[in-house]
């Protein structure tokens, strides 16, 4: 007898290719090749229907409903809703299709493809942007005590990226958590005079809930940078900047956010210089007295 689901797995099904991994080794041999194609691209669930299904693993549509019943499934349909939701989370597995349609095109007219798809995300990101949204946010960093950033994953890229541009023009900026240590030995001291900015591109962990919603009860206003697909975590950020990342191959496309980025750190740059600030100056004479540069 199987033990009861506890809410937690409720929360978070089997995802398909592990349905099929647990029974593989009991499968009869026609299921297995059906297995088989789905593995190879679990993907195409979400755009074939059953009978194309069947087809491609050289099954009956009967078999192939059969197979996904014994899978717990209660029909196609809900086996298709997963694989569409996986691929809208951003799963590698269920997205490595995307590109394949380019396998049999020119690699001049691939490369050219991905330029106006890259072109296209970045026009649509600066669209997408609110110049009210912009500038509160660009005060907001230039002024705060302290500015703390969190990113997990890919999106540990772009949190390093607004790190490496802030510490060059203001001081008290840190990314978190440092390797050893853990989020809370950090966000204890936070108040409303610092700010947040949380890089939450789709995949995101649980960590980042969790992190915004500590931050929100203690009143830290939060600057959220994402995906279209915000998410939870937008709920308690004051404010959201949304970028378009739809790839045009298997990964998702980086340029409108590194984009963005780099316009919110140089407006920040700018309002501090306005102000008389002199840190950028001190860091220069201190990188000559060092000999950090050559």
């Known amino acids: 007898m199987s033990k009861p689901q506890t809410k937690q797995q409720k929360r978070a099904p089997q995802s398909i290719e592990s349905r099929i991994a647990e029974c593989y080794d009991e499968l009869s041999e026609i299921d297995q090749r059906l297995a088989d194609v789905i593995l190879s691209a679990p993907g195409q669930l979400a755009m074939q229907t059953a009978t194309e299904l069947a087809a491609t693993a050289q099954v009956s549509k009967a078999t192939a409903t059969r197979f996904f019943q014994k899978l717990g499934y209660t029909s196609y349909d809900d086996v298709r809703a997963i694989a569409r939701a996986a691929q809208v989370g951003g799963s590698p597995l269920y997205l490595q299709n995307r590109g394949r349609k380019n396998a049999s ?27 009210r949204v912009l500038s509160e946010v660009v005060e907001a960093v230039a002024h705060a005590r302290r500015v703390v950033i969190i990113g997990y994953r890919h999106s540990h890229t772009v949190a390093t990226m607004i790190r490496r541009e802030l510490i060059q023009v203001r001081s008290d900026v840190m990314l978190l958590p440092a390797p050893g240590d853990t989020m809370g030995e950090y966000l204890g001291d ?105």
């Open 190 to 294: 936070l108040t409303a005079t610092d700010v947040a900015i949380i890089v939450g591109l789709r995949r995101r962990v649980p960590a980042v809930g969790l992190a915004a919603v500590s931050l929100a009860e203690a009143g830290v206003p939060i600057v959220y940078m994402s995906d279209v697909i915000a998410g939870k975590p937008a709920r308690l950020a004051r404010w959201v900047i949304r970028c378009h990342t739809d790839g045009l191959m298997l990964f998702d496309s980086n340029v409108g956010m590194t984009a963005a980025v780099n316009l919110i750190c140089s407006l920040v740059a700018e309002r501090l210089l306005e102000g008389g600030s002199n840190h950028l100056q001190r860091v220069e004479i201190l990188h000559e007295s060092l000999r950090e540069f050559e």
């Open 105 to 131: 095109t020119k690699l001049d007219d691939v490369i050219q493809a991905h330029l106006q798809h890259e072109v296209e995300n970045l026009a649509n990101t600066y669209r997408s942007l609110d110049t």
